[in-house]
C-alpha cells in the first residue's frame, strides 16, 4: 500500500514533498506502523510542532533501519552477536547498514541528520553541546526530506538486490 500525505509549505502543495512509500516493508504490521509515523510527523509539521516531527522521523529511520537488517540476514548480526538488531541503538543500526551496503552515500548522510535532530528531544545534551539550533521549519523539513530519501534508497537496494 503506498501512502500518499500532502505536505503543505507556506499554503501551497508541492509534489515533491507529497508522500513516502514504505510498501518494500514486507512486515505488514510494521508497514502499517510507519505509515501511521508518517502520517504524525507530517501532521506535526502543519501544525507547526516541529520537535514531534523530528522525533516521530527519527523513529521511521529507526524501524527502517531495523527491519531491514533483520531481513538481509546473517551479515548484519554476525558484526555484533551481543543482542538482536530490533534492540540496537540507531548509532549501530546506521553504520552497519551503511557498512553493509544497505544504503548509499545519501541516504546514509541522511541517517545520521536525523540521529542528530532526534536528539533535541533531550534538553539537557543540546544545552551542554551549545547548539543555538532549535527545532524549526527548516530542520523538521530536512528530516522529513531525509525519510524520503533513507526509504528511496532501501526500496531500490532490496528490492534490485544492488549493494555497492
Known sequence: MRLFQ???????????????????????????LLEDYWRQAIA?????????????CG??????????LVTTGTEATARYPDKPVPE?????????????????????????????????IHPYNLLRSQKS????????GSALSAVREICRSLRGRLQIGTRT
Open 88 to 120: 540496537w541503538d540507531i548509532t549501530r543500526s546506521i553504520k552497519v547498514a551503511s557498512d553493509i551496503g544497505l544504503v548509499g552515500k545519501t541516504a546514509n548522510d541522511a541517517s545520521w541528520a536525523v540521529k542528530e535532530f532526534r536528539n533535541f
Open 133 to 140: 539550533a532549535r527545532a524549526d521549519e527548516a530542520l523538521a
Open 59 to 68: 523513529g521511521i529511520v529507526e524501524g527502517l533501519l531495523a527491519w531491514a
Open 6 to 32: 500532502r505536505l503543505v509549505k507556506r499554503g501551497q502543495r508541492t509534489d515533491s514533498d507529497s508522500d513516502v512509500d514504505v510498501s518494500f516493508v514486507t512486515d505488514d504490521r510494521l508497514r502499517a
Open 44 to 56: 506535526g509539521y502543519e501544525a507547526k510542532a516541529y520537535l514531534g516531527t523530528l522525533a516521530t
